[in-house]
C-alpha cells in the first residue's frame, strides 16, 4: 500500500504544533510586587521594594526587629490540577538570621485560615532546614499544593519574621516565583493547545493539496491519452 506525502504532512506538524504550557503565574519581579497583583502587608519601618541583586532583579525585604514583613496574592484554579509553587529566597550575605524565619502559606478560603506549606528557622542551609547559606540563592519547592475544586480561589502567602531580640533588619529577596499545575481535558470545550493542532493539520492539507490534486490530474490525462 502506497501513503501518499500530503497525508503524512498533518502527522508531521502535529507534534510540532502541539504545546502544552502548564505556567499559571510567575513573577520575576521586575516591578514592585503591587504591580503585578501581590497585596503587601509592611510593619514596623520595614519595605518591600523592588531591587537589582548581581544581574538579577529581584523583592527586597527588609524585616526590622521584632516586625513581620509579607507579601500575598489570589489565585484561581480554574483549569488546573496537581498545582504548586516554587520561588528562589535569598537571605543577605551580611545579615545574622539565627533569629528570623521564613514561611510560605497557602489560604484555600475553607474558613481554616493560612496552612503552613514550609517554614525555615535561623540561617538557611543546616540540616532540616533549607539549603544555601547566606547570599546564595535556594530553590524553594515546588510545594504541593492540597486538591483543588477547578474554579476555586486560592491566597499564597511568603512571609519573613524577625524574632524579637534578634539584633538589627535583616534582609531577604524574593525572585523567579512560579506557579503551575497540570491543565484539565474538557470533553466539552476544547483546550487552546487542541484547537491549534487541528488548525495546523488543516493548513497542511490546504498548502500541500492542491499541489497533490494537479499530479492526479494529470497522471489520469496521461492514462486516458494512452489509452
Not at 548581581?54 to 509579607?70: D, L, Y
Not at 534578634?166 to 483546550?191: C, K, M, Q, R
Amino acid at each position: 500500500m502506497t501513503i501518499r506525502l500530503p497525508f503524512l504532512i498533518p502527522l508531521i506538524l502535529v507534534p510540532i504544533c502541539h504545546a502544552k504550557a502548564d505556567i499559571i503565574f510567575s513573577d520575576n519581579f521586575t516591578n514592585d510586587p503591587a504591580a503585578n497583583g501581590w497585596t503587601e502587608s509592611i510593619a514596623g519601618g520595614g519595605s518591600i521594594e523592588p531591587f537589582t541583586l548581581g544581574s538579577h532583579q529581584t523583592a527586597r525585604v527588609i524585616v526590622p526587629t521584632g516586625t513581620t514583613q509579607s507579601i500575598s496574592r489570589q489565585f484561581n484554579a480554574s483549569g488546573f490540577e496537581n498545582i504548586s509553587l516554587i520561588a528562589d529566597i535569598i537571605q543577605d550575605a551580611g545579615g545574622i538570621y539565627f533569629n528570623t524565619t521564613f514561611s510560605a502559606f497557602v489560604d484555600y478560603h475553607d474558613g481554616n485560615g493560612p496552612q503552613l506549606l514550609i517554614a525555615d528557622t535561623g540561617r538557611l542551609g543546616p540540616a532540616g532546614e533549607l539549603s544555601g547559606g547566606a547570599g546564595t540563592p535556594e530553590t524553594v519547592g515546588p510545594l504541593a499544593l492540597s486538591s483543588l475544586a477547578n474554579g476555586s480561589m486560592f491566597d499564597i502567602i511568603l512571609a519573613f519574621e524577625e524574632i524579637s531580640g534578634g539584633s538589627g533588619d535583616h534582609t531577604y529577596y524574593i525572585d523567579n516565583f512560579s506557579l503551575s499545575g497540570d491543565a484539565l481535558s474538557s470533553a466539552a470545550v476544547p483546550e487552546p493547545s487542541t484547537v491549534a493542532l487541528l488548525t495546523c493539520a488543516l493548513m497542511g492539507i490546504i498548502v500541500i493539496r492542491p499541489r497533490w490534486l494537479r499530479s492526479e490530474l494529470l497522471n489520469r490525462a496521461s492514462v486516458a491519452v494512452s489509452e
